[in-house]
Every structure is written in C-alpha cells, then in structure tokens.
C-alpha cells in the first residue's frame, strides 16, 4: 500500500532554515510528481510547489520563489522541502502529497510534520 | 495566484442536498477541467473526493458529485449525514502552471 512518512516536528527560531522528508513505498517513486502543501493553525491549505522526482524538475508557487528548495533522492524515495528565512507566519503543518498521475490532485498524503518558529 | 473563493461556511439537516461552490476566474477554473475537492477532518490529512470535476475516487461515496459551469465549480452532497461534517476545499490548475486551492468550507450538519 501506498505510504508517505514525514519527519517529526520542529522548532526553529526566526531567519533558520527547515528541510522536512517524506519518505515514499508501496509504489514507483519516479513515476509520480511530489506536491507540498501547508497549512497554518486554524487556516486554509496553501500550495507551495510540485517536484518531478524523475528529473528533479521543480515549479514553486510565487510567494515561496527564492525561499524554497525541493529536492529528492531517488535512491531512497525521499522528497525534501526546505524553507529558509523562516518567520513566525511559516508556523504550519507541512504535508507532502502525490500527485494522481498528472490531473493535477492528490491521492495520497503524508500525515503532516508541524513547524514551529519561536523565539 | 489569489486564491479560489469559497463560502466560509455551509450548514444543512441530515438527509439534505447542499452545494458548496468554487469561484475562480478564466485562469484557472475556467479553463481547466483539472479541479479537485478535499475532505478535511480536524487534525487529519485532507482527503481527494472529487478530481477532474467530476470524477470520484473508488471508495468515495456516490452521494458526492462534482459540476462546472464558466469560472465556478460546485461540490454536491446529497442525502447529507452527520459524518459529512468537515471542512472542504477545492483546488485547481492555473495557466502558470501552478495550483492553487480555495479559502475552504466549514460544513455544518444540524
């Protein structure tokens, strides 16, 4: 059966960084594109950007342009989001989310990794 | 992107049909029929219950149906039950080859 695991929760002060994983099975890795969504507490889900884990090929939402990376790593079915200047707006649960072979949705979902910035 | 616009909220009595609607623009609902909605339980991850407008999941109850018409996307829940109750969002495809949800709907059953 398919499965996304996220990494665990985290804390990271204003101006760090935070890379999350989300470790795919239960299929082949490269056939699926990688969404990753947030969503802040109390708040609405929100796009961030989609990885081709073929090719490595990445497409962001605007707002997140120069502050996101996505990767992966073919050799363990990993998809990586790390999101740099961090301020207290980046609070939210970070979900990776397959994409339903290209229409655009998805069918499956990691079960979230909290981020916390804080002083 | 701004995002697609949703009513904030939706109430209806078991066994009622209710419609929660989408509003997007010709960027992105109307133009594209890649639109999707989700099912979202407090403290759970979303769950898809329509795609390609009108295309359900196997597993999704036939009691929810997806429609478009121009720019606006509607989800249908007939026959409605108390475990219908959830928050629900759209999604759909934009010309600049992004994607971008609407604000959600809180479903109310009373």
């Known amino acids: 059966q398919v499965q996304l695991v996220q990494s665990a929760a985290e804390v990271k002060k204003p101006g760090a960084s935070v890379k999350v994983s989300c470790k795919s099975s239960?299929?082949?890795?490269?056939?699926?594109?990688m969404h990753w969504v947030r969503q802040a507490p109390g708040q609405g889900l929100e796009w961030m950007g989609i990885?081709?884990?073929?090719?490595?090929?990445?497409r962001f939402a605007q707002r997140f342009r120069g502050r996101v990376t996505m990767t992966r790593d073919t050799s363990t079915s990993t998809d990586y989001m790390e999101l740099h200047s961090l301020t207290s707006d980046d609070t939210a649960i970070y979900y990776c989310?397959?994409?339903?072979?290209?229409?655009?949705?998805?069918?499956?979902w990691g079960q979230g990794s909290l981020v916390t910035v804080s002083s | 992107q701004s995002a697609l616009t949703q009513p904030a909220s939706v109430s209806g009595s078991p066994g009622q049909t209710i419609t929660i609607t989408c509003s997007g623009t010709?960027?992105?609902?109307?133009?594209?029929?890649?639109v999707s909605w989700y099912q979202q339980d407090p403290g759970k991850a979303p769950k898809l219950m329509i795609y390609?407008?009108?295309k359900r999941p196997s597993g999704v109850s036939n009691r929810f149906s997806g429609s478009k018409s121009g720019n606006t996307a509607s989800l249908t829940i007939s026959g409605l039950q108390a475990d219908d109750e959830a928050d629900y969002y759209c999604?759909?495809?934009?010309?600049?080859?992004?994607?971008?949800f609407g604000g959600g709907t809180k479903l109310t059953v009373l």
């Open positions: 990885i081709n884990p073929d090719n490595g090929g990445t």
């Open positions: 999604s759909s495809y934009t010309t600049s080859d992004r994607w971008v």
């Open positions: 390609y407008v009108t």
């Open positions: 989310a397959r994409d339903k072979s290209g229409n655009w949705c998805v069918d499956y």
């Open positions: 010709n960027s992105d609902v109307g133009n594209y029929n890649y």
């Open positions: 239960g299929y082949t890795f490269t056939n699926y594109h």
